[in-house]
């Protein structure tokens, strides 16, 4: 929620302070080649995941309409949680008579994700609308990424009625692809544009998974530890909004 504030803060400030830039364009030089850019942006604002992600792009300029795009990628995500549980056990004493036996479990859980990609795009740039253009790209993508997680539930007294739950998985991915991409730039000052774009990420790639497992009440215990892996594929949508710093 906060990166999501920042990032309407960021598009109004400088909607607001290039407002002038729409109608004057005296000051607005558009690349050429040999231009070079460091480009800023945020995306997971419209593809309903819940997470968002960083990139860091260099963009150099082969001619007016054209340039390459080198591109990091960072996304991460974390939490770590904790709670209680009240839980009741019903026990028939006579007849429809019951009583009520309250326990207490101390829950917990942490997850840790990260991901880290470098994509290369050749992006071509169309015909200028005033101080704005249409762009389209593609170009290859590799990364990997990581994701551990951990839940548990312990009693705070050992009954033999209580539950306990404990449960680990890690999960690691390494995968190649392609990245193909369509948008616009809106050059705001010879230093500075705004940017909004929409892309596909096509990945393939391996992964493995390990699975820990340890539950159940002290007369009935339950533990398994599994692995798996193999080749998987994904296709992930991300909108993307951000700014580029020319220096020429």
Excluded: C
């Excluded at 300029?61 to 995500?77: E, K, M, Q, V």
């Excluded at 009741?88 to 009520?100: A, K, N, P, V």
């Excluded at 990260?114 to 593609?138: F, K």
Aim: proline share 2%.
């Amino acid at each position: 929620m906060r990166q999501m504030k920042m990032i309407v803060a960021l598009v109004l400030i400088v909607i607001s302070t290039a407002a002038g830039g729409i109608i004057d364009t005296t000051n607005v030089i558009r690349p050429h080649s040999n231009s070079k850019a460091l480009e800023f942006g945020m995306y997971g604002l419209l593809n309903f995941r819940g997470y968002l992600g960083n990139t860091f792009a260099l963009k150099s300029f082969t001619s007016p309409n054209r340039a390459r795009r080198y591109i990091l990628d960072l996304s991460t995500h974390g939490s770590n949680e904790s709670g209680e549980m009240e839980k009741y056990q019903y026990r028939t004493i006579i007849g429809d008579s019951l009583m009520i036996d309250t326990t207490y479990e101390d829950l917990s859980s942490e997850e840790n994700r990260i991901t880290l990609s470098l994509a290369v795009q050749w992006i071509r740039y169309t015909d200028n609308y005033g101080n704005l253009s249409l762009l389209y790209g593609i170009g290859p993508i590799f990364g990997f990424s990581v994701n551990d997680g951990v839940n548990s539930r312990d009693p705070r007294a050992i009954l033999p009625y209580t539950y306990s739950y404990d449960r680990k998985t890690a999960t690691k991915a390494i995968y190649t692809g392609l990245v193909p991409v369509v948008g616009v730039e809106w050059f705001l000052h010879k230093n500075l544009s705004f940017h909004a774009e929409y892309s596909a990420t096509i990945k393939m790639g391996w992964r493995s998974t390990d699975d820990s497992n340890h539950n159940g009440s002290t007369y009935n215990w339950v533990e398994y530890d599994s692995h798996t892996e193999g080749i998987y594929y994904e296709i992930r949508n991300n909108a993307n909004a951000g700014v580029s710093f020319y220096f020429r």
